[in-house]
């Protein structure tokens, strides 16, 4: 493997990159301010348990959002599983495959199965008129992810949840600062789940928030994340333990403060591989909604192998030999990987775009690491590729 690696390299065998270049590199807030923060925190010794920083930060973003009830909690995976539960889904919930394999174990986890739908090619969002065709008398809910961001098609989905008396919430992972008709994600469908993981362009190290207008599912969420408890020794439902910390709600409140600038970092560095990559054949950009909201956190490639004349795989290959840590999100699907192989070992059959778009996908280097030279350099790469796809070994050729 190493020497097949050396000999994709493409300028004389040196990598173009001396250190690695990764996608989903954290963006860091100001370390002064997240010091006198944690500070505080030790003056105060309150280290947990809904916590003034922790509080701050939820009014905060109740405010950005213009939402009723932002509650942080510990990850987006728990963040998910307490949303479900709150909402009383089981049986069966749809839920596209194209997507971080969390949004589907969220659900597993709980008992639920997940039923893989297919994606609109074009938006790379769940389609309304696949999710319609698996609704059996066991569904009970639809969960939508905002893929890249860019929002579900929230109108026609919410039309089919209201007509067959399904809930639906939104996995709002990537769709921190997103807006869809003018509004922030965070005030669709019954609830949105957000991550502030370390790779996602706003982070808490770890972290999470569920927004929702809902009164009665945000006195219930908060209840479930803190064991159920309501008051000292009153347990009110099955709980777990789902809360953020201070330390977390400190990075999370000192990263709101530089997020604009990360924001437009973003969005510099989507449009500079845009004009780069304009000319190179079969490499097309995923585009964003340029009149909403948008956080411009992930640069999306759609690779056209027969255009291009190289496969997505072994362009990935080619730009990891350079360090370009290119990735294949979200290969291969989420009904590609265990336990839902087994589960649903057909489930293919009915995913026909979701299965061409993990062969074609690639997420590149963004955010506050990558600056101008960067971009022109992996650019370079890249067209440099497309121009000797020819010339170049065949994944899993033998390299010598
Ligand atoms: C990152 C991510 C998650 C999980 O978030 P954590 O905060 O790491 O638990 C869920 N869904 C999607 C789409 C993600 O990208």
Same mark, same amino acid.
């Given at each position: 493997?190493?020497?097949?690696?050396?000999k994709l390299?493409l300028?004389?065998g040196v990598?173009?990159f001396?250190?690695?270049?990764?996608v989903g590199?954290?963006?860091?807030?100001?370390?002064?301010?997240?010091?006198?923060?944690?500070?505080?925190m030790?003056?105060?010794n309150?280290?947990?348990?809904?916590?003034?920083?922790v509080?701050e930060f939820?009014?905060?973003l109740?405010? *950005?959002l213009?939402v009723?009830?932002?509650?942080a909690l510990?990850n987006?995976?728990v963040?998910?599983?307490?949303?479900?539960?709150?909402?009383d /889904?089981?049986g069966e919930?749809?839920?596209?495959?194209?997507?971080?394999?969390?949004t589907a174990?969220?659900l597993q986890?709980q008992?639920?199965?997940?039923v893989f739908?297919?994606i609109?090619? $074009?938006t790379?969002?769940?389609? +309304?008129?696949?999710?319609e065709? *698996?609704?059996?008398?066991?569904?009970?809910g639809? =969960?939508?992810?905002?893929?890249?961001?860019?929002?579900?098609?929230?109108e026609?989905?919410?039309?089919?949840?209201d007509r067959?008396n399904?809930?639906? *919430?939104f996995?709002a992972?990537?769709? #921190?600062?997103?807006?869809?008709?003018?509004?922030?994600?965070g005030?669709?469908?019954?609830?949105? =789940?957000?991550s502030?993981?370390a790779t996602?362009f706003f982070?808490?190290?770890?972290g999470?928030?569920?927004?929702?207008?809902?009164?009665? /599912?945000?006195?219930?969420i908060r209840l479930m994340?803190?064991f159920? #408890?309501?008051?000292?020794?009153?347990?009110v439902?099955?709980?777990?333990?789902?809360? *953020?910390t201070?330390?977390c709600?400190?990075?999370?409140l000192t990263? $709101?403060?530089s997020?604009?600038k &990360?924001i437009?970092?973003n969005?510099?560095?989507y449009?500079n591989?845009?004009?780069?990559l304009?000319?190179v054949?079969?490499?097309?950009?995923?585009?964003?909604?340029e009149?909403?909201?948008?956080n411009f956190?992930?640069v &999306?490639?759609?690779v056209?192998e027969?255009?291009?004349?190289?496969?997505?795989d072994l /362009?990935v290959?080619?730009l990891?030999?350079?360090?370009?840590m290119?990735r294949?999100y979200?290969? +291969?699907?989420?009904h590609?990987?265990?336990?839902y192989r087994?589960? #649903?070992?057909h489930s293919?059959l009915l995913l026909p775009?979701?299965e061409?778009? =993990?062969?074609? &996908?690639i997420?590149?280097?963004?955010? !506050?690491?990558?600056?101008?030279d960067?971009?022109?350099t992996?650019?370079r790469?890249i067209r !440099?590729a497309?121009?000797?796809?020819?010339?170049?070994?065949?994944?899993?050729?033998?390299?010598k």
């Amino acid at each position: 493997m190493k020497d097949r690696i050396e000999k994709l390299a493409l300028f004389g065998g040196v990598p173009a990159f001396p250190e690695k270049l990764h996608v989903g590199r954290p963006n860091l807030g100001d370390r002064e301010q997240f010091l006198a923060r944690v500070n505080g925190m030790f003056d105060r010794n309150w280290l947990t348990n809904n916590g003034p920083l922790v509080e701050e930060f939820e009014q905060k973003l109740a405010t *950005m959002l213009g939402v009723r009830h932002c509650i942080a909690l510990c990850n987006a995976t728990v963040a998910l599983e307490i949303t479900t539960r709150a909402l009383d /889904l089981q049986g069966e919930v749809i839920v596209p495959s194209f997507t971080f394999v969390a949004t589907a174990h969220a659900l597993q986890w709980q008992g639920i199965t997940p039923v893989f739908c297919d994606i609109d090619p $074009l938006t790379h969002t769940i389609d +309304p008129a696949c999710v319609e065709k *698996m609704i059996t008398p066991r569904t009970t809910g639809i =969960v939508g992810v905002h893929l890249w961001g860019r929002p579900c098609n929230i109108e026609s989905l919410q039309e089919i949840a209201d007509r067959k008396n399904l809930k639906l *919430m939104f996995d709002a992972a990537h769709a #921190f600062g997103c807006s869809h008709r003018g509004k922030m994600i965070g005030n669709f469908g019954q609830a949105e =789940v957000f991550s502030f993981h370390a790779t996602k362009f706003f982070n808490s190290f770890e972290g999470s928030i569920v927004a929702t207008n809902y009164d009665g /599912l945000a006195e219930k969420i908060r209840l479930m994340k803190n064991f159920g #408890f309501s008051g000292y020794d009153n347990v009110v439902y099955i709980g777990t333990n789902g809360k *953020m910390t201070e330390i977390c709600a400190a990075m999370g409140l000192t990263g $709101l403060e530089s997020l604009d600038k &990360v924001i437009e970092t973003n969005r510099r560095n989507y449009h500079n591989y845009g004009k780069e990559l304009d000319d190179v054949p079969g490499v097309r950009p995923v585009v964003y909604d340029e009149s909403e909201k948008c956080n411009f956190q992930y640069v &999306v490639f759609e690779v056209d192998e027969e255009e291009a004349g190289i496969s997505r795989d072994l /362009l990935v290959e080619v730009l990891q030999a350079e360090n370009v840590m290119a990735r294949r999100y979200f290969y +291969p699907g989420c009904h590609r990987m265990e336990p839902y192989r087994s589960y #649903f070992p057909h489930s293919h059959l009915l995913l026909p775009n979701t299965e061409m778009l =993990v062969t074609k &996908v690639i997420s590149l280097p963004s955010g !506050t690491a990558v600056g101008g030279d960067e971009i022109s350099t992996i650019c370079r790469i890249i067209r !440099t590729a497309v121009t000797c796809s020819g010339k170049l070994p065949a994944v899993g050729a033998p390299t010598k």
